[in-house]
């Protein structure tokens, strides 16, 4: 009985801190002038929310839309100068979503490189047409 009622506190417990770092979202907005890809998630331009919890779940809310998305992210190191930005790749006509630096809002994150990525870099590579685009966040 006494292992009962411990394990039942302990769940409790578990459950208060799950509920408590789920609220712990770090949220980060602005406008995103293009179309774009975030994983395998296609969005269009507009002015988006992007919330970032602290389990690595980041959700991308077009404001403008009101689509969501919720791409697989890793959790990367943060900007040095305090700003907030995201940074994309562009191949051709075609923006990706690589990476979040905003450590004013603990929002770091990089987006691992999706398959339809890789093509456009093989295509901008015989055409040498790639760079990178910032684009800042409040």
Do not use: W
Not at 61 to 87: M, Q, R
Not at 88 to 101: A, H, M, W
């Amino acid at each position: 009985m006494k292992k009962l009622i411990l394990f039942a506190l302990v769940a409790s417990a578990a459950f208060g801190f799950v509920r408590t770092a789920s609220a712990q979202a770090r949220q980060i907005s602005g406008k995103i002038p293009f179309s774009f890809t975030a994983g395998s998630a296609r969005l269009a331009g507009g002015e988006y929310r992007i919330t970032y919890e602290m389990s690595g779940l980041v959700t991308f809310h077009n404001l403008d839309t009101g689509g969501s998305a919720v791409p697989f992210v890793g959790a990367d190191d943060g900007s040095k100068d305090g700003s907030c930005k995201l940074i994309f790749s562009r191949y051709g006509d075609q923006y990706f979503l690589k990476q979040s630096q905003c450590k004013a809002a603990h929002a770091n994150f990089f987006i691992p490189t999706s398959g339809l990525e890789r093509t456009a870099l093989e295509r901008a590579a015989v055409s040498r047409d790639a760079e990178q685009t910032f684009v800042a966040m409040r």
